[in-house]
């Protein structure tokens, strides 16, 4: 089963962290220093939140997280379909998870991420620059990562 993902940047971790426990009515099942996640069950969603140098505040990406390497060759099938340019992460370290996932922008620039988890990290990760991906720009010689953020 499918689960929304979104990705929000904040100023101040601790009063947000605050927000959305009492928003969601429930506490994060992840908090690190510099970042927070909620995985709800009502409504079905992967809610995180970062702060500091590996975040823009306000919100960051949208996404389809997924439950097996099966779903996610679904969904990076219709990714493909979507006929903009995709950038092909692979297996990487980010938001303190090992995942295997892509990227895309819609028509107006909005990032959406498509990943499966299979494992925790220690450290936060890195993540690609994803500016011309969310460019418009659908020239074929899209999205070379590069890393953002400190590892």
């Known amino acids: 089963m499918k689960r929304l993902h979104v990705h ?6 601790g009063a947000s962290i605050g927000f959305y426990s009492t928003m969601f009515g429930a506490k994060p099942t992840v908090v690190k220093d510099d970042y927070a996640k909620w995985m709800l069950e ?13 975040a823009r505040k306000g919100i960051e990406h949208l996404g389809i997280q997924v439950e097996s390497e099966e779903e996610l060759g679904e969904v990076y099938g219709r990714l493909k379909a979507a006929d903009r340019p995709v950038l092909e992460e692979g297996r990487t370290t980010c938001c303190y998870a ?4 892509s990227w895309i922008a819609d028509p107006d620039g909005i990032v959406w991420e498509a990943f499966f988890t299979d494992g925790e990290a220690t450290t ?14 659908t020239g074929s010689t899209c999205c070379v990562p590069k890393s953002v953020g400190a590892a």
Do not use: C, T
């Open 8 to 13: 929000v940047g904040v100023e101040d971790l």
């Open 42 to 54: 009502d409504p079905r969603v992967n809610f995180a939140i970062s702060a500091g140098n590996h």
């Open 98 to 101: 090992k995942s295997e996932k």
């Open 124 to 137: 936060y990760g890195d993540s690609p620059e994803l500016d011309q991906l969310a460019s418009n720009d």
